[in-house]
């Protein structure tokens, strides 16, 4: 293993909890100067950036295991617990309660045997009264003047979906503290690039993060940095809908 790889694994498995390091020694060798030397190189980010999006692509991509291991490394390097819980909350609007709902429930564990005391502080900052309104304002700083109106813009018999939209999945969501909106529109783009098969709606949010700030090298360099956990087809679709979102 290079000596770089070496160096942050023990930083971030200080007790060498990583798994098959005993019964797959080469494979750990192989994955681990990939992704903790030659990508990190590669990808620059910090370290509280790449493994939120780490832990946001693991969710999008339903591998409980990984992100279980992942967790603790992602604590141990500044994420804050009411921003795991925050990715996770989020997640529900483009996953599904039933994919958020492990994925939440081993967070729990975890933060218990760390010793960090639930519920953690309320994030919350829209009313019901006001969510749609709330989260029609955010589309807006999202995607432009053009999402002016939408919570009441739907028709016909899916008309709701369009204020279940702005009020559920912006008002309840990204409205809520805890997370940055640069943070909050990277964790969507890492949710929809790791489940696949939601391009229309990547190529939407990867512009949706230039608009606030997250520009086309920051979302190759998220790419990048997840291309380990979620392997090359889905890194190279994302690729694709980056560059189609930046003409």
């Not at 939408?150 to 979906?161: D, L, P």
């Not at 940055?180 to 690039?193: A, N």
């Amino acid at each position: 293993m290079t000596k770089s790889a070496k160096e942050f694994l023990n930083k971030i498995f200080p007790d060498g909890e990583i798994c098959f390091a005993e019964t797959d020694p080469e494979f750990k060798e192989l994955f681990c100067d990939f992704a903790f030397d030659e990508v990190m190189q590669t990808a620059g980010l910090n370290d509280k950036t790449r493994f939120l999006a780490i832990l946001a692509a693991l969710t999008g991509s339903q591998t409980l295991d990984a992100y279980r291991e992942m967790l603790p490394a992602a604590l141990r390097l500044g994420v804050l617990p009411e921003q795991v819980k925050e990715m996770l909350y989020q997640a529900t609007a483009y996953l599904g309660y039933g994919k958020v709902f492990s994925f939440l429930k081993a967070t729990n564990e975890v933060l218990t045997a760390m010793g960090i005391c639930m519920p953690l502080a309320g994030k919350k900052t829209a009313e019901k009264q006001n969510r749609a309104k709330a989260g029609e304002q955010i589309q807006v700083e999202i995607f432009g003047e053009g999402m002016r109106g939408f919570s009441e813009s739907g028709k016909g018999e899916s008309g709701h979906i369009n204020l279940w939209l702005s009020a559920n999945c912006f008002g309840d969501y990204y409205t809520r503290a805890g997370l940055t909106i640069q943070e909050r529109e990277m964790i969507t783009f890492c949710f929809l690039m790791a489940q696949g098969g939601c391009e229309p709606q990547l190529i939407a949010h990867a512009k949706g993060n230039m608009n606030v700030g997250n520009d086309k090298h920051f979302l190759v360099c998220v790419v990048s940095q997840c291309l380990p956990y979620i392997g090359y087809p889905r890194s190279l679709n994302a690729l694709r809908c980056i560059d189609e979102a930046a003409k």
